[in-house]
């Protein structure tokens, strides 16, 4: 059923695409415990891995590539995106109370362009709930499971420490990596955190967190990421790359949405506030890669997301200087096909 994905969108995109969203995410489940989702996708059951996986920050994966954060916010559906061949699939942004976002409409699609403005705000079930979803939602995922994690939006940026301190404790058994997110443009001031003084505290704070975090948990230290955006200038990227380097960060996910609209200028849904990803976003991620690349220890990887909707997209990030790549937008635009035709790259 090769063109199951064109059907299944053509219906979807019909739907206002919150609705999509979530009709989506729980059709994945049904089908996935019925066992049926990898023949309704067309692809038959997900690959095996890429020889024997790839090794960064110390943990395997099985390909290159992941879930970008934003699409399993609560972590209910682990497993179904296990199934469609993501090699990690990283959940959240999560905050440590359960919060509702922005009012509806947040999410629009600018189908012209293979790209989304959203402005949803971090609605999320908070840490608790997400980390009960997860105890149902990955049974039977092997890949690498990462905890995108961020603060509430009523917490004032001089306490943010604070509640990326308390969703990294208590995700810390749960996942195998944990990402900090400072860059969505849809929590006020949230970007503000993006600078050397307030990353380099940051860091550190997590860091002396996981050393004693480490202790009741066999000594495993679960890589700490940060995520930045796409809007940062190259001075700001290479001031970040120092700190980063300095710290002795473990990996680094580039990029976020954007707030620029020049690419898609004169687009109806142009005007809403909010980021946007997808196609628009491609060349300005890679650029971001590329100069962080420069300026970073070798020894540290990037994740690259941005725009991806093909292997040619993904092989520009990987070329640019990301050791895996994520995907998001892309997913919408072209399914479940697009999963399988990354996971193949070497
Ligand atoms: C609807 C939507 C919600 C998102 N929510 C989050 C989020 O909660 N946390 C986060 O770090 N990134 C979030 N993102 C950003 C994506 O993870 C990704 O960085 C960005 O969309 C660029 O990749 P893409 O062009 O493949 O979508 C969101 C993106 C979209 C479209």
Known sequence: MPDFYKLARKILFRLDPETAHHLTLSGMNVTRRLGLLPHLTGLGPAPNPVGSGIEVMGLRFPNRVGLAAGLDKAGTAVDAFGALGFGHVEVGT?????????????????????????????????????????????????????????????????????????????????ADYIAANLSSPNTKGLRDLQNVETCRELVATLQRERRDLALSHDGRQAPILIKIAPDLEADQIRDLAAVFSETKIDGVIATNTTIDRAAVAGHRFAPEAGGLSGTPVRRRATEVIRVLREALDPAIPIIGVGGISSADDAREKLDAGAALVQIYTGLIYRGPALVRKLAAMK
């Open 94 to 174: 999560v905050t440590p109370r359960p919060q509702p976002g922005n009012p509806k409409p947040r999410l629009f699609r600018l189908v012209e362009h293979e790209a989304v403005i959203n402005r949803m705000g971090f609605n999320n079930p908070g840490v608790d709930r997400l980390l009960e979803n997860l105890g149902r939602s990955r049974r039977r995922f092997r890949g690498v499971l990462g905890i995108n994690i961020g603060k509430n939006f009523d917490t004032p940026n001089e306490r943010a420490l604070e509640d990326y301190v308390a969703c990294f404790r208590a995700v810390y058994g749960a």
